[in-house]
């Protein structure tokens, strides 16, 4: 596969902008990256800043709503593209239970329209990768792990309209032919994730003396996964994947949230000693669980380790520790979405 004009959806989101960046650093990809972005809430092009001037004439950034059928065939046509690594979405669980109408829009509707616009480009189009979730299996008991024969069971409206996209892509590969691959993955974390997720919230909570509001008992479990290791997995899998077959990707690190949260406040009392307050352990809030939460998830990536290769390099408590020490060196990047400000820019810089 020599891939020349990559189009990269929600690049300036937490996972799309570490993927560019770990592409373009790559030696066996020599093609253009057009990124784009509609620029949500979760969209922050501060992400991807240097990355244009550090590659000339290989990134590209266009503002863009993927559910706007006409500008995305436009994109397809004029930058000739030739593949797709499909990242944008509404992705937060709890906004998906208070306000579902622009899921069902984005993460259904939005594919739709990009699997459309792919098929037109006929035998010049050589993959649609499509990035997904554990989460469309449901929730799992004490034991087992999901594999790629396990029955779809979404249980919030972020995991049933991600299960609407995964058919979807399905469906146009058996249908059609349209050459795809597609990756359900666990939790992600790293540099650059939206600080409304449990990770990055808890750090720079933790930070700041606030509370760590703890859903429930605290005991629900995910599997997590270093946001780089994801994107070699999603890379390993564009290039040597089976055509119309879909991949599991986890860190094999299944964690109570409790757990990280306590890790969270010792790494904090570490890197950033509280004069005087006490371990930040203190803060720690047990609040009203989430509706419909899943209680553990848990990945089987046997089949992308077996045919693939692909194993993670960062074990959770490195991959933690580095994250942590990221977003006490970065206390701008988080300070500057805290406060809006990034936000009045985009509307300055893109009028909307
Ligand atoms: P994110 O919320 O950080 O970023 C989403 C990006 O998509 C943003 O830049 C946003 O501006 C853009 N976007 C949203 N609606 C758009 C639209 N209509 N048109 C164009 N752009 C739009 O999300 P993330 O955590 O980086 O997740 C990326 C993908 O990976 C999602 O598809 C998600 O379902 C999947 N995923 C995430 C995780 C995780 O733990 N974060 C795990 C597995 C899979
Ligand atoms: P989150 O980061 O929202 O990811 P997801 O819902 O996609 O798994 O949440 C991870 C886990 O942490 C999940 O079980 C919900 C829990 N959680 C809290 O306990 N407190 C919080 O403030 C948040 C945001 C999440």
């Known amino acids: 596969m020599d891939i020349r004009n990559l189009l990269v959806t929600g690049g300036c989101g937490f996972i799309g902008s570490n993927f560019i960046r770990h592409l373009l ?48 065939r436009e994109i397809f046509s004029h930058y000739e593209i030739d593949a797709v690594c499909h990242f944008a979405a509404e992705s937060h669980v709890d906004r998906s239970i208070l306000k579902p109408d622009c899921f069902i829009r984005t993460n259904i509707l939005g594919t739709f329209n990009l699997l ?16 997904s979730t554990d989460e ?35 469906a146009y590969h058996e249908t059609y032919g349209l050459p795809t691959t597609l990756s359900n993955c666990s939790n992600n974390y790293g540099p650059y994730q939206f600080p409304e997720k449990l990770i990055p919230l808890v750090v ?8 760590l509001p703890v859903y429930g008992d605290g005991k629900n ?16 899998v564009m290039g040597k994947g089976r055509r119309g077959e879909t991949y599991n990707v ?28 006490g371990p930040r352990r203190r803060l720690i809030t047990f609040v009203k669980d989430r509706p419909g939460h899943d209680r553990r998830y848990a990945i089987d990536f046997g089949k992308l380790n077996g045919e693939l290769g692909w194993t993670p390099a960062e074990s959770f408590a490195s991959g933690l520790r580095k994250t942590v020490q990221w977003y006490l060196d970065n206390k701008g990047w988080s300070e500057r979405i805290c406060s809006g400000e990034y936000q009045s820019w985009i509307k300055e810089q893109y009028g909307s």
Not at 36 to 42: F, N, P, V
Not at 136 to 165: D, H, I, Q, W
Not at 204 to 211: D, F, Q, S, V
């Open 25 to 72: 650093a790559k030696a066996d990809f020599h093609g253009r990256i057009i990124n784009a972005d509609q620029l949500t809430y979760a969209g922050n092009p501060e992400n991807l800043r240097g990355v244009e001037e550090a590659y000339p004439g290989r990134y590209l950034f266009r503002k863009a709503d993927i559910c706007d059928a006409d500008l995305v």
């Open 116 to 131: 459309e616009a792919a098929k037109g480009r006929g035998s010049a189009f050589q993959l649609f990768h499509h990035v």
């Open 136 to 170: 469309v299996f449901g929730s799992l008991g004490p034991v087992g792990a999901f594999t790629e024969e396990t029955p779809y069971r979404p249980n919030s409206p972020y995991s049933a309209s991600k299960a609407s996209s995964d058919h979807l892509v399905r």
């Open 204 to 211: 720079l909570n933790a930070l700041e003396g606030k509370p």
């Open 221 to 236: 479990v995910r599997d997590w996964l270093y946001v780089e290791d994801h994107c070699e997995a999603i890379w390993t």
């Open 250 to 277: 986890g860190g094999r690190a299944e964690m109570e949230n409790i757990a990280i949260v306590e890790m969270i406040c010792d790494l904090v009392d570490e890197f950033a000693p509280s004069s005087g307050a």
